[in-house]
Structures are given as C-alpha cells and as structure tokens.
C-alpha cells in the first residue's frame, strides 16, 4: 500500500487548507484511513481518521481540531481528504496520513502504512 499526501503549504491564521492523500495498492474502504501531525520536538498527533463498516462510514477527530478539520473520503478515487478551517498558529506541523487495520485503535503506533508527510505552516 502506498499512500501519497498533497495539499500543505503557508497560510495566515484564520485561514484554510485541504489535504488529500491518494492510496494505491489495496481497496479503499477496506480499512481506516488517518491524519496525524507532528510538531518540531513533540510527539505525533491523532488529527481525524475515516472508517468504514457495514456500508457506513465513521468519522473521528482529535480534540483540538473539533469543529475546525473535517475527514471526508472519496470511494471512487481512493483519496482522503482533510479540510481545515479556522487554522491558528499551533496547528503549524507536518501532516501524515496513515492507514488503520480493521477494528485497530487510532493510535500512531497502531498504523499499518504511511504516507510522507506534507509540511502546513500557519503564520500569526
């Protein structure tokens, strides 16, 4: 599985990003599919994650990105995405998205594949 993660960049507070990240090699909806960011001198950060389950899907979020970030996930395109919205200074991180075995925790350590991360830059 290979999973490619697009999308960072520079942006003021306040404003607004979209990620994606396409996965190649296995069915999309075969398992969960993440966000995480890792500060310079911090530990990587459950950021929202996507599952799906009897034709449904689930939708998950870290704490500190409720009601900004919203997953969303294309079927058809094997792509995840993250919107982010209301952006402040300490969301500045590099943003990986990983995949999550079935009925796994959304834990970093718990992740089966990795993509390399795109660098989000908020400035104050």
């Known amino acids: 599985v290979q999973l490619q993660a697009s999308g960072g960049g520079l942006v003021q507070a306040g404003g607004s990003l979209r990620l994606s990240c396409v996965a190649s090699?296995?069915?999309?909806?075969?398992?969960?599919m993440g966000w995480f960011r890792q500060a310079p001198g911090k530990e990587r950060e459950f950021v929202a994650g996507?599952?799906?389950?009897?034709?449904?899907?689930?939708?998950y979020y870290g704490d500190s990105v409720k009601g900004r970030f919203t997953v969303s996930g294309d079927d058809t395109k094997n792509t995840v995405y993250l919107q982010m919205n209301s952006l402040k200074p300490e969301d500045t991180a590099v943003y990986y998205c990983?995949?999550?075995?079935?009925?796994?925790?959304?834990?970093?350590?718990?992740?089966?594949?990795w993509g390399k991360g795109t660098q989000v830059t908020v400035s104050s």
């Open positions: 990983a995949s999550r075995p079935y009925g796994s925790s959304w834990s970093s350590t718990a992740m089966e594949y």
């Open positions: 090699g296995r069915a999309f909806v075969s398992y969960g």
């Open positions: 996507i599952s799906w389950s009897g034709g449904r899907k689930y939708y």
